[in-house]
């Protein structure tokens, strides 16, 4: 019987499984924002295996919002609060591909949970792949002068995590760039790593964006020796970005 007619053990469908069907059952566990991409729109980025794609044709792309009173409390480091923050919505963000995986499973689909923040290469700081990327291109938000996802909700203030599948969910379009003129992230930056470029769509590499070495001096070396901080976060750059502020809600 082919797939689109299965119905599973807790009677999903295959054919039932649509895409604000799993965006509806993605709120309730917690999801702030959700949006599926075609994985053609991201062919050619890097991936760890390169052929992680295989097989698949969409991604799921999860956001959290992370806590406004905590980054408010963000000026030029991060905070005990904001690290202790971070780990935690990093583990809602893996609770939540995980149960997104299991629905796709159940539904007769192949579905892969990518981990949320896994540093796979601590030299560059990647991962299996840039789950910005798969938000910019899953509609989320664009791709600001930070290399931050910012989304017109919630600016740079979330966390993401990506679902790999090959249900035939409907994809969302990508968003226009709407960070204009504004400079904040790189006037703020405590490293003066952001260029303040901007790109219509994606920067072809970090460097096109960022002095990256500066940053990565910044999140590795200086700011852990701050008591109670690890290595790899910053948070300035979220904290300041005017679309996560009360003025660009009002927008």
């Known amino acids: 019987m082919p797939r689109a007619a299965e119905k599973t053990a807790v009677g999903i469908t295959a054919a039932g499984l649509t895409s604000a069907s799993l965006k509806r059952r993605a709120r309730t566990w917690g999801a702030s924002l959700m949006g599926i991409a075609d994985?053609?729109?991201l062919r050619g980025i890097d991936t760890e295996p390169a052929d992680l794609f295989a097989g698949f044709t969409r991604a799921v792309s999860l956001a959290v919002r992370l806590s406004?009173?905590?980054l408010d409390q963000i000026t030029d480091r991060p905070t005990p609060?904001?690290?202790q923050h971070y780990q935690k919505v990093n583990a809602l963000l893996d609770e939540l591909a995980l149960r997104v995986s299991l629905v796709l499973q159940?539904?007769?689909?192949?579905?892969?949970?990518?981990?949320?923040?896994?540093?796979?290469n601590a030299e560059n700081l990647t991962?299996?792949?840039?789950?910005?990327a798969v938000a910019v291109a899953a509609g989320i938000g664009w791709q600001g002068?930070?290399?931050?996802?910012?989304?017109?909700?919630?600016?740079?203030?979330v966390r993401l995590v990506t679902v790999l599948t090959d249900h035939p969910l409907t994809p969302d379009n990508p968003l226009k760039n709407r960070c204009g003129k504004c400079s904040a992230c790189a006037d703020a930056c405590p490293a003066q790593a952001i260029r303040g470029a901007r790109t219509e769509s994606h920067f072809a590499s970090r460097e096109e964006a960022l002095?990256?070495?500066r940053c990565r001096t910044m999140v590795l070396e200086t700011f852990p020796k701050l008591p109670h901080i690890t290595g790899g976060?910053?948070?300035?750059?979220v904290s300041v970005c005017p679309w996560g502020r009360g003025s660009a809600k009002k927008r």
């Open 39 to 41: 994985l053609e729109r």
């Open 68 to 70: 406004d009173p905590i």
């Open 81 to 83: 609060l904001y690290a």
């Open 106 to 120: 159940q539904a007769g689909a192949r579905a892969l949970p990518v981990p949320a923040s896994q540093i796979l």
């Open 127 to 132: 991962s299996y792949l840039s789950h910005k």
């Open 145 to 157: 002068k930070s290399l931050l996802l910012v989304s017109p909700q919630y600016g740079p203030r």
């Open 211 to 213: 002095h990256f070495d």
């Open 233 to 237: 976060i910053c948070g300035v750059c």
